[in-house]
C-alpha cells in the first residue's frame, strides 16, 4: 500500500452489520467483564423508557381502581372501568411527552451563548425517548385487556422499538470509536475561550472535518482546570455526531504508535478508528502545566525533538486531517512558537493548513455558579 493511501482520511461507515454485531456484542457482555459501551448505555437508555412507560400505564390502574372503590365506598357512581375506556392510555402518552417537552427545555437552557446548540438533535432524541415511553404505556394498557390485544400491541411495539434504533445505534458507535473520554457538548462549554476563537472553531467544525488532503489546525493553551479536554472532547463530540471519523489520543500515546508503526486498537468490543484514517485528530496533553521552580514539563526542542524522531515517516500523516493540539499554561508568544512549530510539520504539498491559536483561561467564579449566571443573564 502506498503512502498516500495509507493516510488518507476515510468517512466513518457503519453497515447494518456492524450494528447487529455491535448490538450482539453489547448484549452478550457483562459490564463487570467488558468495557462500557456507548450503544450498550442506550439500549439500555431506550429499555429503561420503555419500563418507565409501563410503570406510568400500571400506575395510573391502581389510580383509577383506587378511584373507582372509594366512589363506591362513599355511595357515589362509579367510575367507569379501566379497561372499557382508552382515557387512561391518553393520560398516560401525554403524561410521558410533557415530562420529554421539559427535559428539552430544561437541556437547552443550560447552554452557555458561546456555541450554539443542536438543537434539533436534542428535540429528536426527546421524541425518540418519548416514542419509547409511550410505547411502554401502550404496551402496560393492551396487556390489562385480552390476549389478542396482548400479543398484537406487543409485537407492534417491537417492530417500532427496533424500527427506531438503526440511526441512533449508528450514531453511537461513531462517537463511541473515537475513543473520546468522555461525552461533552460544545453548549455546554462555559465561557473561558474568546467569542471570535468559539466563532472560528465552529467553523472548522462546520467546514473542517472531512476528508480532504490538508485540515486547519487547531491550538488550545492554557492552565490546568480550564477545561482544555472538556473543550476537545465538545469538538470531538459535534464531529462524530456529525458523522465524521474522530479519534482523541494523547501526545505520548501517538508518539508511540507512530514510532512503533502500530495503532492501538482498544477494547476489543469498541475498537478504535485508526489514527491515520480519522478526518479528525484529537492530540491531549501535548504537554502539561510548569512543575515546582518554573521547570517546564516539555521543553520546545524536546517537543521538536519528539516531531522530527518519534514520527519519522509518519509525520506528514498528521497534516492530512484538522488536528487539534492541546498544550499547558505559557505566554502568548510561546504559544505561538509552538503552534508554528506544528504548522510547519502539518503543512502538506497543497500548502500549509490554516491556524486558530485558543487560549482557555480559569473561570473567575465556580463552574455551577457560572452556569447559574449565565442562565440568569439569558
Known sequence: MDVDTLCQPTKAEITWKDILTQVGRDLFDKEVQS??????????????????????????????ALLHGMFAWFGFPQLDPWLDHPWPLIVGCVLVAYWEFNAFRAYNALATGLFPPDTAMLAQNAVVAADYMVLGVAAGFAWMHGTLWQVGVTLAAVVVAVALAPPWLRQKIVWQKAGLPFLFR????????????????QSFIDKGARADTTGPVVVIYGPLGAGKTSLVCGIGTECAFDGSKVRYVTFDKLAQMAFA????????????????????????????DRGPGDEAYLSFDEFRGILERQFKQRRFCLGRRMSVWVLGARPAEEAKLWADEIVRVCTQTAGAPELLLVECKLASIPKRSARALVSFLR
Not at 492501538?264 to 504537554?287: A, K
Open 186 to 201: 460544545l453548549c455546554d462549554f462555559l465561557p473561558t475561550i474568546d467569542k471570535s476563537a468559539a466563532e472560528k472553531l
Open 261 to 288: 508503526d502500530r495503532d492501538d486498537p482498544g477494547p476489543d468490543n469498541i475498537v478504535y478508528w485508526p489514527w491515520t484514517e480519522s478526518e479528525v485528530l484529537l492530540i491531549d496533553d501535548v504537554d502539561t
Open 35 to 64: 468495557a462500557a459501551t456507548y450503544s450498550y448505555l442506550w439500549i439500555a437508555d431506550q429499555m429503561g423508557h420503555l419500563g418507565l412507560g409501563l410503570v406510568v400505564a400500571f400506575a395510573l390502574s391502581w389510580i383509577v
